[in-house]
């Protein structure tokens, strides 16, 4: 799916040098059955060595696919055709190219710039609250939690946005943010620890395991929150959170998109 967040066309292939571990593992290996994608991988890898060999050192187990994409790549390709497949490659992976350019992210991304706090901080009472977000990207539902919660810990697992969370704080000065690395499958924390546990666009690729984990690490009567930002997209209730005894709060955004946020009260 394409969100014409950027315009491929401009961006360098070192980009992906930018890039951590894990979404090299997933470029490498779970889109690796994408019809054209495999090939202009290959080509934009073979001719971009550095890129290749940073791949290969930084994801030691994308190694083999690798290999076998760049050694099916034509030889002697003309410019234009190599810069054909490294725009087709940057274009299908704009959602982790963004992540390399955060300030890109929230100039660009309609879910961030259109975003209203009071959105997150109507779900629930954050006063004095200790909450975590999971995946918290440059920051939007944890810079909004910050403004009444006593602190939040903002869980990303992409060191740039790590580092644009850091500069930020240290720019405006913010006392009650802390960033800290992790996924959402393995939440870095021991059980009963968070008043609010939210996330924003991460929930959805493996609902038991994801859950689990949120519920593991928040309080008894603690909350977890699930609120994606201000989009266009035409969605639907999530049956498989509201299955799971969430409740749902749905408004139209300013661009005429259909958006649920979640809550659950956890009951331990
Ligand atoms: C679409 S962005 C949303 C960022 C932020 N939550 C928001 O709504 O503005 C998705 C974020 O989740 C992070 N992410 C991706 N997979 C993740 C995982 N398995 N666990 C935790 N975070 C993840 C990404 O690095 C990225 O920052």
Same mark, same amino acid.
């Given at each position: 799916m394409s969100y014409n967040w950027i315009d491929a066309d401009k961006?360098?292939?070192?980009?992906?040098?930018?890039?951590?571990?894990?979404? &090299?593992?997933? &470029?490498?290996?779970?889109?690796?059955?994408?019809?054209?994608?495999?090939?202009?991988?290959? &080509?934009?890898?073979?001719?971009?060595?550095?890129?290749?060999?940073?791949?290969?050192?930084?994801?030691?187990?994308?190694?083999?696919?690798?290999?076998?994409?760049?050694a099916a790549a034509p030889r002697n390709l003309a410019p234009h055709d190599v810069r054909m497949a490294e725009v087709f490659v940057i274009h299908a992976m704009e959602t982790f190219v963004v992540y390399a350019y955060p300030e890109m992210m929230n100039q660009n991304c309609d879910y961030i710039y259109d975003w209203d706090n009071r959105l997150l901080l109507e779900l629930a009472d954050f006063t004095d609250k200790i909450v975590l977000d999971v995946g918290s990207g440059t920051g939007r539902l944890a810079f909004a939690a910050a403004?009444?919660?006593?602190?939040?810990?903002?869980?990303?697992?992409? =060191?740039?946005?790590?580092?644009?969370?850091?500069?930020?704080?240290?720019?405006?000065?913010?006392?009650?943010?802390?960033?800290? =690395?992790?996924?959402?499958?393995?939440?870095?924390?021991?059980a009963n620890t968070f008043d609010i546990v939210m996330s924003g666009h991460v929930v959805g690729?493996?609902?038991?395991?994801?859950?689990?984990?949120?519920?593991?690490?928040?309080?008894?009567?603690?909350?977890?929150?699930?609120?994606?930002?201000?989009?266009?997209?035409? *969605?639907?209730?999530?049956?498989?959170?509201?299955? *799971?005894?969430?409740?749902?709060?749905?408004?139209?955004?300013?661009?005429?998109?259909?958006i649920y946020r979640y809550r659950k009260q956890v009951r331990k």
């Open positions: 961006f360098s292939f070192n980009s992906f040098l930018l890039m951590d571990r894990w979404i &090299i593992r997933m &470029i490498c290996n779970e889109y690796a059955g994408w019809g054209d994608f495999c090939d202009n991988l290959g &080509i934009a890898l073979a001719y971009n060595p550095s890129v290749s060999w940073y791949f290969a050192h930084k994801s030691p187990e994308s190694k083999p696919s690798l290999e076998q994409m760049i403004e009444k919660a006593k602190r939040v810990y903002a869980s990303e697992p992409t =060191d740039m946005l790590r580092e644009y969370m850091r500069d930020r704080i240290k720019r405006e000065n913010i006392h009650n943010v802390v960033v800290v =690395d992790g996924m959402i499958e393995q939440i870095p924390y021991e690729d493996n609902y038991d395991l994801e859950l689990a984990e949120l519920s593991r690490v928040v309080k008894n009567g603690g909350y977890i929150i699930d609120c994606i930002g201000e989009d266009n997209r035409k *969605r639907k209730p999530d049956d498989e959170l509201i299955k *799971r005894g969430f409740e749902s709060f749905y408004h139209v955004s300013k661009s005429g998109g259909d």
